[in-house]
């Protein structure tokens, strides 16, 4: 973790569709440079908290800022701050390499000039230039999963969320891939991410655990296991969700 900004600030974040309370009162701070682990069973409010932060749902109450922008009021500069990386990773099958990166550029706002050079220095940084005309269905899953990544930080935003993005893939690529999370957040990017991986929670700098619509827990990964008693996280997760 690289310093106590705070990127995104919550407190009282509460969402309602009807009688049911998706999320409750939320309250938590994330840091510059942090990996924040966000976990909990399904159903328990992630998707929910996760949408109304990348400002594609409004809350019922509370307030929240993402990158300093108010849910509320600023959710196109909120848009423009971040990147985001779903468990499918977001890539058109049908589309080459290049082609999703020149699409996706343009989705987050790069044009002309700019969004060429930044779409070939991706490639280069990747060492694909020789697949730049391969369509994404014919890559290996590990890569698909390091483009989609890649593109999801084209833009140079200040937070990525990362949306279960080891989904499907094995050990090796997901270790790999948290060597490039690791590497990100050195230079002072902020990594939200959500993951059913019990063992890549022990990853996080901080992790928050849901349990119908609330936040538990909320700490260190070793805070969390000598308070619980844990040996591991997903012991503590058992323990939470009993």
């Known amino acids: ?19 049911f309370t998706a999320i409750d009162r939320l309250d938590f701070d994330v840091f510059k440079g942090e990996i924040f682990g966000f976990l909990g069973a399904n159903g328990a ?10 400002g594609l749902l409004h809350p019922s109450s509370g307030k929240a800022s993402v990158a300093g922008y108010d849910v509320y009021k600023q959710t196109e500069s909120v848009k423009r701050s971040i ?7 977001s890539l058109y099958e049908d589309l080459s390499l290049y082609e999703n990166i020149r699409f996706y550029g343009g989705i987050y706002g790069l044009r ?11 490639i280069a940084r990747l060492g694909l230039e020789k697949e730049k005309k391969t369509l994404i269905a014919d890559m290996p899953p590990g ?56 063992d ?37 997760f058992v323990k939470i969700a009993r």
């Open 1 to 19: 973790m690289n310093s106590k900004e705070k990127v995104i600030e919550v407190r009282g974040l509460t969402k309602k569709f009807g009688n």
């Open 45 to 54: 409010g992630k998707t929910t908290a996760i949408k109304i932060l990348c």
């Open 83 to 89: 990147g985001y990386m779903s468990q499918r990773f």
């Open 112 to 122: 002309g000039k700019f969004l060429k050079e930044r779409s070939n220095d991706m």
């Open 143 to 198: 890569w698909k999963q390091k483009i989609a990544f890649s593109i999801a930080l084209i833009h140079e935003p200040k937070i990525v969320f990362l949306d279960e993005p080891t989904g499907g893939v094995d050990p090796i690529t997901r270790r790999q891939f948290w060597d490039l999370i690791y590497e990100v957040a050195s230079k002072g990017l902020t990594v939200f991410v959500t993951t059913h991986y019990m």
């Open 200 to 236: 890549e929670a022990e990853y996080c700098n901080r992790l928050s655990i849901m349990d119908e619509g609330k936040i538990v827990a909320l700490d260190s990964p070793d805070r969390l296991k000598s308070e619980y008693s844990a040996k591991d996280i997903n012991e503590v």
